[in-house]
Antibody, heavy 125, light 114 residues
Framework: QVQLRESGPGLVKPSETLSLTCTVSGGSISGYYWSWIRQPPGKRLEYVGY???????NYNPSLTSRVAISVDTSKNQFSLNVNSVTAADTAVYYCARIGSGTSTPDRGFGNFDYWGRGSLVTVSS | DIVMTQSPDSLDVSLGERATINCKSSQSVLHSSNSKNYLAWYQQKPGQPPKLLIY???TRESGVPDRFSGSGSGTDFTLTISSLQAEDVAIYYC??????????FGQGTKVEIK
């Protein structure tokens, strides 16, 4: 059973960089695309971006100037950096697997079949 | 971006009764090349991450009880729980994956027991 777990600081100061890592267990990071999704308090889920095992990335245009996602296949991990954070970046951050890969049903590209439990990141001084 | 709008925002349903959640997209998510609707439904229970229930608007994910069904096409979709169980108390989200990202979610519908 694939499991994802987010890790990183729960509190970040304004203007600094938010950094989170997602560790994938129970399966290889290869063969799939991996994504970050966030949910600000009281708001809807928001797609942040995705990365492939080879490092191909895509970012939400609303965040693209501040976001970077990277992958470390040797550790079965991928990471998120968001720089110059403000209070608006306060959210629960989820890592998730895009549900289209070598061993999945044909679900199309862009839904999410495995999620981490989420990591609350608060931006505050 | 495609805007997803769900209705109602919350729903109180008696155990064993039907629950119906609607989702409307600001543009069609039906792809002409394969006649598939790029629409998914998720269930999020308190303290848990979202769980994929349905994709292609009407295909149940493996292991999802058959009391959950999805329907609709184009811009209007419905998630139906045919006989509400206590364990179905959750927030339900629709999500489109028709376009290149950003893929977008509805605001969620909270289902509770009456």
């Amino acid at each position: 059973q694939v499991q994802l777990r987010e890790s990183g600081p729960g509190l970040v100061k304004p203007s600094e960089t938010l950094s989170l890592t997602c560790t994938v267990s129970g399966g290889s990071i290869s063969g799939y695309y991996w994504s970050w999704i966030r949910q600000p308090p009281g708001k809807r889920l928001e797609y942040v971006g995705y990365i492939s095992k080879t490092g191909t990335t895509n970012y939400n245009p609303s965040l693209t100037s501040r976001v970077a996602i990277s992958v470390d296949t040797s550790k079965n991990q991928f990471s998120l950096n968001v720089n110059s954070v403000t209070a608006a970046d306060t959210a629960v951050y989820y890592c998730a697997r895009i549900g289209s890969g070598t061993s999945t049903p044909d679900r199309g590209f862009g839904n999410f079949d495995y999620w981490g439990r989420g990591s609350l990141v608060t931006v505050s001084s | 971006d495609i805007v997803m709008t769900q209705s109602p925002d919350s729903l109180d349903v008696s155990l064993g009764e039907r629950a119906t959640i609607n989702c409307k997209s600001s543009q069609s998510v039906l792809h002409s090349s394969n006649s598939k609707n790029y629409l998914a439904w998720y269930q999020q229970k308190p303290g848990q991450p979202p769980k994929l229930l349905i994709y292609w608007a009407s295909t149940r994910e493996s292991g999802v009880p058959d009391r959950f069904s999805g329907s609709g096409s184009g811009t209007d979709f419905t998630l139906t729980i045919s006989s509400l169980q206590a364990e179905d108390v959750a927030i339900y989200y629709c999500q489109q994956y028709y376009t290149n990202p950003p893929w977008t979610f509805g605001q969620g519908t909270k289902v509770e027991i009456k």
